[in-house]
């Protein structure tokens, strides 16, 4: 287990509570079209773990799994519907949705498959076409 800081985090209800805890491999904002719509937003805000950082504290019978590829095994608490991580088993990673963890302080470093976007961002952050290299990406970057 990681050592650091733990924050809590949960569903829109609140029946399904969880922790994370220490420093997550990455943050940014995700544009892509199916983060678009599952989440029903313009850009998704994702916090990346390691699994053994992510706890479920309770209501885990409540979670539902629905992934159409296999490459996202996506999360939501079914008593609210609200959205709460996506795994990602070929990184060994868990997107923790930011919103999911308000007390997490989230600083965002990157914005990935941004060729997909509908809501262009002038942050300042570097904009990637679709992911990192080492994530299988073209590691190439596009102008805000
Ligand atoms: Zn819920
Ligand atoms: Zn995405």
Redesign the pocket.
Known sequence: MSSGETYNGSCFCGAVQFTVTGEPAGMGY???D???HWSAGPV?A?TLWKPEAVKILQGGDLIKTYNKSPRSIRKWCSACGGHIFTEHPEWDLIDVYAAAIPDFPFKPGVH??YQETVLHIQDGLPKLRDLPKEMGGSGDSLSE
């Open positions: 995700c544009h892509c199916s983060c678009r998704n994702f990935v498959h």
